[in-house]
Structure formats: structure tokens, C-alpha cells
């Protein structure tokens, strides 16, 4: 399957617009750790039903996230604030000819982190 750390992101942010039983089979695949095998044991269907669920579930969320870019703007915002965080203790530890230009950095972050919304 694809990559588990960006399926699960995808998931945190659009599983409930998966039906009951693709966020089951999504759990136990990506979260639990199990097989295709022993999920299939669990709903008493075949390694490939599993396999087809999932693959269609990740295209779900991925077209949900293309339409709507909630990772995407979450990642940016992190971004930001990570920056911002760092500016900042720049500024606690700057000497202070070199404090403004932090600062004036600073403000530019928090009017970024405004415009993201």
C-alpha cells in the first residue's frame, strides 16, 4: 500500500466521510498494524476485497484532499508557527541591534499566519 504516514494524516483529517466500514478496514490496516490476510479474517473476505477497500478509500481521501487542501494548509500553518517559534527565541537571546530585524521577521510571520486563516 501506499505510504502509511500520509494515508493516516489524510485519514485524521477526512475518515468520517469514509463509510463505517472502510474506516474499520483503514484502522486496522494503517493503525492496528495487521495484514491484508488477517483483516480479510476479520470481515470474513479475501486478501484482494481488503486490498480493493483500501486502495479505494486512499483515492477517496486523496480526492478529498485535493478538493480541499486541509493538510495542506494544516503542514503551511505549522510552518509558520514553527518559524514564528523560532523568531522568537532569536529575539530572547539577540543582541539587541540585531532584535528588530527579528522582530520586524516576527511580525511578517504572524501577518503570514493571518492570511492562511
Do not use: W
Not at 6 to 24: K, N, V
Not at 36 to 57: H, N, T
Not at 99 to 104: E, I, K, P
Amino acid at each position: 500500500m501506499e505510504n502509511a504516514l500520509p494515508m493516516a494524516l489524510l485519514f485524521d483529517f477526512y475518515g468520517p466521510l469514509l463509510t463505517e466500514r472502510q474506516q474499520d478496514v483503514f484502522q486496522m490496516y494503517f493503525h492496528e498494524d495487521l495484514s491484508l490476510g488477517e483483516v480479510g479474517e476479520e470481515f470474513d473476505v479475501s486478501r484482494q476485497a481488503i486490498y480493493d477497500i483500501l486502495k479505494r478509500s486512499g483515492s477517496l481521501l486523496e480526492d478529498f484532499e485535493s478538493k480541499l487542501g486541509l493538510v495542506a494548509r494544516h503542514q503551511e500553518r505549522q510552518r509558520i508557527f514553527d518559524e514564528t517559534l523560532s523568531l522568537i527565541e532569536l529575539c530572547r537571546t539577540a543582541e539587541s541591534k540585531d532584535r528588530d530585524q527579528y522582530l520586524t521577521e516576527l511580525a511578517e510571520k504572524i501577518a503570514e499566519a493571518q492570511r492562511q486563516g
